[in-house]
């Protein structure tokens, strides 16, 4: 089984930054990608950004984020980071972390990031 817990939400001013975390536990040897993904009120759930975790690592970007967000990981902490660069208010969503496995995706709760003056 594996676990992932979002953290690092919040309020930013239009142009600020915010960086996510996505901590995985359990089974995480297991894992093939992580994703970031994220759900703005009356919309569907739409991606973000989705890292080869074994292979050569690419990372794949959303259009709407080239250029301002940007995926890093800690390897020894399990640990997968958005850093969100000159936020919109459009980038305001509920964002959420998930994990793919060879069986199973398993998702996180969500942290919420709203992005307005």
């Known amino acids: 089984q594996v676990q992932v817990v979002e953290s690092g939400g919040g309020l930013v001013q239009p142009g600020g930054s915010l960086r996510l975390s996505c901590a995985a536990s359990?089974?995480?040897?297991?894992?093939?990608?992580m994703g970031w993904f994220r759900q703005a009120p009356g919309k569907q759930r739409e991606e973000v950004a989705i890292?080869?975790?074994?292979?050569?690592?690419?990372?794949n970007y959303a259009d709407s984020v080239k250029g301002r967000f940007t995926v890093s990981r800690d390897i020894a902490k399990n640990t997968l980071y958005l850093h969100m660069n000159n936020l919109k208010p459009e980038d305001t969503a509920v964002y959420y972390c998930?994990?793919?496995?060879?069986?199973?995706?398993?998702w996180g709760q969500g942290t919420q990031v709203t992005v307005s003056s």
């Open positions: 998930n994990a793919a496995t060879f069986s199973m995706t398993v």
């Open positions: 359990g089974s995480t040897f297991s894992i093939y990608t």
């Open positions: 890292v080869n975790i074994v292979g050569n690592g690419g990372t």
